[in-house]
Each structure stands twice: as C-alpha cells, then as structure tokens.
C-alpha cells in the first residue's frame, strides 16, 4: 500500500535527479557551438556537493579538459543527452588548465572564478 502512495504523489512530476554515471558522455554546448563531452564530476566530500564538472574538449582542443562550476550550466536536456552552458566557447578556450593529476585548491579555483568573471561559490 506505501508503494502506490508514494506513486501517487509522485504521479505528474519530473524527477531531474540523475547519477553521475548517467550524465557522463553527454554533449557540452556553450552559447555559439559544440565544446566536448562530460567526462567526469568532482565533489565537494564535506557537503556532497558536485563542485566541478570536468569538461573533456575533445576534437575541438585535444587534450584538454576544463573545469565547469555547476553554477554555469544554463540547461541540461536529458532527451537530447545534453548540457548548455553560459559560457562562450572562446571563454572556454581561454579557460584556466586543468591538471587531473593536482589536488584543486583554493587560489586555482580563485583564478577560475575570477577569469570568468563570476561569484565564488565561497563567498569573497
């Protein structure tokens, strides 16, 4: 019986919960065009936040991933297996290194946030 209640209230609404398993591969869409494919997440282990998303650019800029902060994410299409960010890809390009191999710490993440001219996540 708890079962089809909870069916019940849950009938009608769109659950946008996912793994991270689920949105790997997706396409990643700046504001003018095509810029790689989610190739990874990292997460905040204090608060289990998702912090960054590593963007692999692929074709566009082999050998290169970038850091995308959640924040910047305008749209992800589940259907079309795809994540739209407000960022433009020349801002992409022009983006701070990413090393996979070095531990994030605070004065890369300030530089990242300053370079897109956004708000820190950790205040100022």
């Known amino acids: ?3 089809y209640e909870l069916e019940g209230l849950m009938a009608g609404v769109e659950l946008n919960l996912r793994s991270a398993e689920t949105v790997m591969d997706y396409y990643i869409h700046a504001r003018d065009g095509d810029i790689g494919h989610v190739d990874d997440f990292i997460v905040d282990h204090e608060g289990w936040m998702v912090r960054y998303m590593v ?3 692929g074709t566009w800029l ?4 970038v850091l995308i902060s ?4 305008e749209d992800m299409s589940w259907s079309e297996q795809k994540v739209t960010l407000d960022l433009t890809r020349n801002e992409v390009r022009h983006s701070p290194d ?14 990242l946030f300053e370079y897109y001219k956004r708000a820190p996540y950790w205040g100022v």
Do not use: C, L, S, V
Request: glycine share 4%; charged share 30%; hydrophobic share 35%.
């Open 98 to 111: 990413f090393n996979a191999a070095a531990m994030i710490q605070r004065p890369y993440e300030k530089e």
């Open 70 to 73: 959640p924040q910047w994410i």
């Open 55 to 57: 963007a692999d650019t």
């Open 1 to 3: 019986a708890e079962q």
């Open 62 to 65: 082999p050998g290169r991933k």
